[in-house]
C-alpha cells in the first residue's frame, strides 16, 4: 500500500469507533451527575492499574455497583467495564501510534495485565483477542505498519469499526431533552449542587426502566 493510504495521525474517527461517540461527549454527558463523573475520572486516572475494577468505581461514586452500571448504561450506552476496556485500547492505541512501542508494551502500559485469575495469562494473546473482539481486527491489521515502518490506523479498518448508529442522548422531557435525541441544555453556572444531581439524575435515568438498568 502507498504512504497516502494510511492515516498517519491519530484519527478523530477513534473516539466513536471505540466509544460511539467523540470523549468530549462522553465527557459532557457525564458530568451531569458528579458521581457518574467520579467513575470516569478514576478510569482516566487508573486505566493502567491492572486491578481498577467496579467495586473500586463504585466506592469512589459512592453507588452500589449495578447501581453505577444502571446509570452508565442509559447515559453512555457502556457498563463501567466496558468503558474501562474501551478507554484502555484506547490509550493502547496512542502509545503504539506515538511512542513506536510494541503491541505488548502498549498493552501492558494500558492496563492489559496478566492476572492469576485469568484463563489466558498470555498479555499478548489477551490483548489481540479483546482488541479485535471490540474493533473487528486484530491489532497488527488495524494498526498497519507503513513504507516508514511505522504504524498507522488503516482507514478502510476504521470505517468499518464504526457503530453503524451513534449512541443515542438520554431522553428526559424533565430534563428537556428532546425524543429525537436534541441537545441537552447547559446547566446554569448558578444552581446548587443539589439542583445539579437532580438534573444529571433525570437525564440518567431515562434508561432506568430497561434491561440495561437491571443488568
Same mark, same amino acid.
Request: net charge positive; with cysteine.
Given at each position: 500500500?502507498?504512504?497516502?493510504?494510511?492515516?498517519?495521525?491519530?484519527?478523530?474517527?477513534?473516539?466513536?469507533?471505540?466509544?460511539?461517540?467523540?470523549?468530549?461527549?462522553?465527557?459532557?454527558?457525564?458530568?451531569?451527575?458528579?458521581?457518574?463523573?467520579?467513575?470516569?475520572?478514576?478510569?482516566?486516572?487508573?486505566?493502567?492499574?491492572?486491578?481498577?475494577?467496579?467495586?473500586?468505581?463504585?466506592?469512589?461514586?459512592?453507588?452500589?455497583?449495578?447501581?453505577?452500571?444502571?446509570?452508565?448504561?442509559?447515559?453512555?450506552?457502556?457498563?463501567?467495564?466496558?468503558?474501562?476496556?474501551?478507554?484502555?485500547?484506547?490509550?493502547?492505541?496512542?502509545?503504539?501510534?506515538?511512542?513506536?512501542?510494541?503491541?505488548?508494551?502498549?498493552?501492558?502500559?494500558?492496563?492489559?495485565?496478566?492476572?492469576?485469575?485469568?484463563?489466558?495469562?498470555?498479555?499478548?494473546?489477551?490483548?489481540?483477542?479483546?482488541?479485535?473482539?471490540?474493533?473487528?481486527?486484530? &491489532? /497488527? +491489521?488495524?494498526?498497519? @505498519?507503513?513504507?516508514?515502518?511505522?504504524?498507522? *490506523?488503516?482507514? $478502510?479498518?476504521? %470505517?468499518?469499526?464504526? &457503530? /453503524? +448508529?451513534?449512541?443515542? @442522548?438520554?431522553?428526559?422531557?424533565?430534563?428537556? *431533552?428532546?425524543? $429525537?435525541?436534541? %441537545?441537552?441544555?447547559?446547566?446554569?453556572?448558578?444552581?446548587? @449542587?443539589?439542583?445539579?444531581?437532580?438534573?444529571?439524575?433525570?437525564?440518567?435515568?431515562?434508561?432506568?426502566?430497561?434491561?440495561?438498568?437491571?443488568?
Amino acid at each position: 500500500m502507498e504512504g497516502n493510504d494510511f492515516v498517519s495521525t491519530v484519527p478523530p474517527e477513534l473516539e466513536h469507533a471505540l466509544f460511539g461517540m467523540a470523549l468530549s461527549e462522553l465527557q459532557t454527558r457525564l458530568e451531569y451527575d458528579p458521581r457518574l463523573l467520579r467513575a470516569w475520572n478514576l478510569i482516566q486516572e487508573q486505566y493502567a492499574n491492572p486491578v481498577l475494577d467496579l467495586p473500586t468505581a463504585a466506592g469512589a461514586a459512592i453507588l452500589g455497583k449495578n447501581t453505577l452500571n444502571g446509570y452508565l448504561k442509559p447515559c453512555i450506552g457502556r457498563t463501567f467495564g466496558d468503558l474501562l476496556t474501551r478507554y484502555r485500547l484506547y490509550r493502547s492505541i496512542l502509545i503504539v501510534l506515538t511512542r513506536e512501542s510494541t503491541f505488548t508494551e502498549a498493552a501492558l502500559a494500558s492496563g492489559f495485565d496478566s492476572r492469576s485469575d485469568d484463563v489466558d495469562s498470555n498479555v499478548s494473546s489477551r490483548y489481540s483477542r479483546t482488541f479485535k473482539k471490540v474493533l473487528g481486527l486484530p &491489532p /497488527s +491489521r488495524f494498526l498497519p @505498519r507503513g513504507p516508514d515502518r511505522r504504524r498507522r *490506523v488503516d482507514p $478502510g479498518a476504521l %470505517r468499518r469499526a464504526l &457503530p /453503524s +448508529r451513534p449512541v443515542e @442522548r438520554p431522553r428526559s422531557k424533565a430534563a428537556g *431533552v428532546s425524543r $429525537g435525541g436534541g %441537545r441537552i441544555p447547559p446547566i446554569a453556572s448558578g444552581r446548587t @449542587r443539589r439542583n445539579r444531581l437532580n438534573t444529571g439524575d433525570s437525564l440518567c435515568r431515562a434508561g432506568r426502566d430497561s434491561p440495561a438498568w437491571h443488568t
